[in-house]
């Protein structure tokens, strides 16, 4: 049977993440010129007093480039990240390439983020935890062609999970915690509201809306979305595995909820990505290292394998 | 001593993280602005209220155009039916008052002037749809309303 490696993790966040970037590129490409041209919908003179000047912006790098063919310059930066993308997936030059993603991701957020939505934040995050993390040690083209084989430290890897599993606690506790004095979500119509949006509006949506109209299935919703961001952030931490594996199952259902009813297919995908690169190891086990003991063997770097469940618990 | 460094690093992007969801106000302007230039070059520190207090009504930009060919043409922004028309959604959601409608307005007209170059007039209107209730629903009686919050005719010159 296929076994997980030690981290794989972060090979989800960073294949998650390289997907995101090649649907958003896949997705936003013909339309380029409307988003992010100086002459789009957000033109430069509202665009320009938003900008911070601190931050690498579009504006400023075509201006530093004198480069005047803005749709030129746009399908350049986008195929850019797209070869990036598409090599932070299968993990050659890892850390080259994410820096890339990120820098492209600061440019465009900081020029126009005045139509930036939640995805965006997400996919910024977990970019720059892709760039600080070792992501180019587990699942890469880099980790094979890398002759010295240096592993995981094992308490390195737990210290970047445990920073990832924090972030993700905060986003759902906030979010949770936000919604608490709201009328909508108090009295249970908050998700009767929201699928009939019509920016939210799917091919799904009126058969939901057939469902939802009855009072008990829109409190069932309303409540449970809120209990699930509110109590995940403590549910998750307790040690009864089967409580921590149906919270995290939840809120990844609520995830895909939101892709399917109500469209938002990108921002589903990278908060999924963001849940189980934090905390995938309560559904899937990997082998896990063990550090051997000095006198055994003389390099210090050296791990040995051990594999799990079975020869873990006789440890 | 790298690795303390390192952690260190960690813990503290982890508390602007938590500054910056805005559970904690801050007061200190500042501390606001140095908080800012750190989110801005590592994303830690966004606010991650969602859909809250209240779910809202979303704002929708209709247009009726008159084009060359003397064509009435009807578009609407802000119905999320693809990328652009998403992210065009959340600039018409971030402010909300006449002042900003009117500015929105305007960079419509000149998308619009694009879509249907020599077009005539275009009358815009500004709305909120607000959805029916549970029991409207189930009854058949009512659907969803447009609530217009503003209006207005332009020409591109």
């Given amino acids: 049977m296929f076994k997980l490696k030690e981290g794989y993790q972060l090979a989800v966040l960073r294949i998650g993440v390289a997907i995101a970037i090649l649907t958003k590129v896949f997705v936003e490409f013909s339309e380029l010129d409307l988003m992010y041209s100086r002459n789009g919908i957000v033109q430069d003179v509202l665009s320009r007093p938003l900008e911070v000047s601190y931050v690498l912006s579009l504006h400023g790098l075509s201006d ?22 598409l090599l932070l997936l299968v993990g050659f030059q890892t850390k080259l390439n994410v820096f890339i993603c990120l820098l492209t991701h600061i440019m465009v957020f900081n020029s126009y983020n005045l139509i930036a ?40 890897l737990s210290l970047f999970l445990g920073v990832v599993q924090v ?32 920016q939210f509006y799917t091919a799904f949506t009126p058969l939901i809306k057939s469902l939802a109209c009855y009072p008990v299935i829109s409190y ?96 | 001593m790298k690795n303390l460094i390192f952690k260190g690093f960690l813990i503290a992007h982890l508390c602007t993280v938590l500054l910056g969801s805005g559970l904690i106000k801050i007061t200190n302007k500042s501390f606001e602005a140095a908080l800012c230039r750190y989110t801005l070059w590592t994303g830690g520190g966004f606010g991650y209220s969602f859909f809250s207090p209240n779910v809202g009504n979303q704002t929708v930009i209709k247009t009726y155009t008159l084009t060359a060919r003397q064509q009435l043409k009807i578009d609407a922004f802000g119905t999320g039916r693809n990328m652009f028309d998403s992210r065009f959604s959340s600039a018409i959601h971030t402010f909300r008052n006449q002042k900003a409608y009117e500015l929105m307005s305007r960079v419509v007209v ?48």
């Fill in chain 2, 110 to 157: 000149s998308y619009i002037s694009t879509k249907y170059p020599h077009q005539g007039p275009v009358f815009i209107s500004v709305g909120e749809y607000k959805p029916e209730s549970m029991e409207q629903y189930r009854a058949g009686t009512k659907s969803g309303k447009f609530y217009e919050v503003y209006n207005g005719t332009y020409t591109y010159n």
């Fill in chain 1, 167 to 198: 972030h993700l606690c905060i986003v759902y506790f906030t979010a949770g915690y936000s919604k608490l004095g709201g009328q909508e979500w108090m009295n249970g119509t908050a998700i009767w509201k929201a699928i009939n949006q019509p």
């Fill in chain 1, 220 to 315: 069932a919703l309303t409540w449970g979305t809120l209990l699930a961001e509110t109590a995940f952030p403590f549910l998750i931490w307790i040690k009864w595995a089967k409580v921590r594996a149906v919270i995290l199952i939840s809120i990844v259902m609520m995830h895909i909820f939101i892709a399917v009813v109500m469209g938002l297919q990108l921002f589903a995908w990278i908060m999924i990505v963001f849940d189980l690169s934090a905390f995938a190891g309560i559904l899937f086990k990997a082998e896990t290292v063990k550090k051997v003991k000095p006198e055994q063997d003389p390099d210090p770097l050296s791990y040995q394998l051990i594999n799990t469940p079975a020869i873990r618990q006789s440890v």
């Fill in chain 1, 64 to 85: 530093f480039l004198h480069i005047q063919d803005q749709h030129v310059f746009l399908n350049s930066i986008y195929i850019v990240l797209a070869v990036a993308a």
């Fill in chain 1, 117 to 156: 939505f939640g995805f965006d934040g997400f996919l910024f995050s977990l970019l720059f935890y892709c760039l600080i993390f070792p992501t180019h040690k587990v699942y890469t083209i880099d980790q094979l062609m890398d002759k010295k084989h240096r592993p995981l430290d094992a308490a390195q």
